[in-house]
């Protein structure tokens, strides 16, 4: 049974930073790569970021490039989210997911987390 624990969510002032920690359990972390998605209130939810199984591939979406970065430590089987000049349109609930393959592939998500809270003030 694939278990994802998000942590690391809080209320932060713009401009601040949030580090979010994912740890997964369950099958061969080293695998399968992992994404981080969000959904905001009365939104649907998003991708925001995905980095391969070995760590050498990340990806984002545009409105978080060069603030938020992607990371996983395989021998923690944890994957990281470090979000930097948080915006008040960052607020959302963060989920961590796993792919169902070494690479992240659209709609290629096997398992998620229950998500962790992100709220940036203005």
Known sequence: QVQLVESGGGLVQAGGSLRLSCAASGRTFNLYAMGWFRQAPGKEREFVAAITASGGRQSYTDSVKGRFTISRDNDKN?????M??????????????????????????????????VTVSS
Do not use: H, R
Not at 78 to 82: D, E, I, K, M, P
Not at 89 to 104: K, L
């Open 78 to 82: 944890t994957v990281y989210l470090q």
């Open 84 to 117: 930097n000049t948080l915006k008040p349109e960052d607020t959302a609930v963060y989920y961590c997911a796993q792919y169902s393959g070494s690479w992240y592939v659209q709609g290629g998500m096997d398992y998620w987390g229950k998500g962790t809270l």
